[in-house]
């Protein structure tokens, strides 16, 4: 079975960092790209980032550019999210998602976790 | 950047009533359409892909179309599991672009 598990949200001071993880597993994780996508309070889904398999092709979104980083260790099937500069309309649950292994549609999804920037 | 441009924004429908959701993008995306179900405090879930392929496990009563700019999203037999909100997504092109979703909410 496919498992996407996320950790690491929590609350931090604007101007503050954070790192997110995504632990795969039940597949073979290596193959695969993913994203990050997140969905703030009330709020619909927007696209964070995308990571190749081999970590040589990655995108941002305009939002985040700058600020956050995406990378994976595929020894330790996990995908991670550096988010640096953190602001108030940062404050969102975050999925990783991972790409289809033929089109770019979003075929599995985690739970989510939450980041809250705040003072 | 792909505008996504989704209605109704909510739609109110029986057990067994028939929906359709349509989903209009700013520029052409061929069938580089998906369609994601997501229910409170879970993950969105893929439903179809490729503005028309099932993806496995879902059931038949979902139905996708349309190609270029025009979309729909038709479920058959609305099913008590069903009420949830419905999103689609542009994967033409980054950003991957979503539309502002669809609640579907039991009458």
């Known amino acids: 079975e496919v498992q996407l598990v996320e950790s690491g949200g929590g609350l931090v001071q604007p101007g503050g960092s954070l790192r997110l993880s995504c632990a795969g597993s039940?597949?073979?994780?290596?193959?695969?790209?993913m994203n990050w996508v997140r969905q703030a309070p009330g709020k619909g889904l927007e696209w964070v980032s995308y990571?190749?398999?081999?970590?040589?092709?990655?995108y941002y979104a305009d939002s985040v550019k700058g600020r956050f980083t995406i990378s994976r260790d595929n020894a330790k099937n996990s995908l991670y999210l550096q988010m640096h500069s953190l602001r108030d309309e940062d404050t969102a649950v975050y999925y990783c998602?991972?790409?289809?292994?033929?089109?770019?549609?979003?075929?599995?999804w985690g739970q989510g976790t939450l980041a809250t920037v705040s003072s | 950047d792909i505008q996504m441009t989704q209605s109704p924004s909510s739609l109110s429908a029986s057990i067994g009533d028939r929906v359709t959701i349509t989903c209009r993008a700013s520029?052409?995306?061929?069938?580089?359409l998906n369609w994601y179900q997501q229910k409170p405090g879970k993950g969105p879930k893929l439903l179809i892909y490729?503005?028309?392929t099932l993806q496995s496990g879902v059931p038949s009563r979902f139905i996708g179309s349309g190609s270029e700019t025009d979309f729909t999203l038709t479920i058959s037999g609305l099913q008590p599991e069903d009420f949830a909100t419905y999103y689609c997504?542009?994967?033409?092109?980054?950003?991957?672009?979503f539309g502002q979703g669809t609640k579907l909410e039991i009458k």
């Open positions: 997504q542009q994967s033409y092109s980054t950003p991957y672009t």
């Open positions: 520029q052409s995306l061929g069938s580089y």
């Open positions: 490729a503005a028309s």
């Open positions: 039940g597949f073979t994780f290596s193959s695969f790209a």
């Open positions: 990571i190749s398999s081999s970590s040589a092709i990655i």
């Open positions: 998602a991972r790409r289809h292994y033929s089109t770019s549609s979003f075929d599995y």
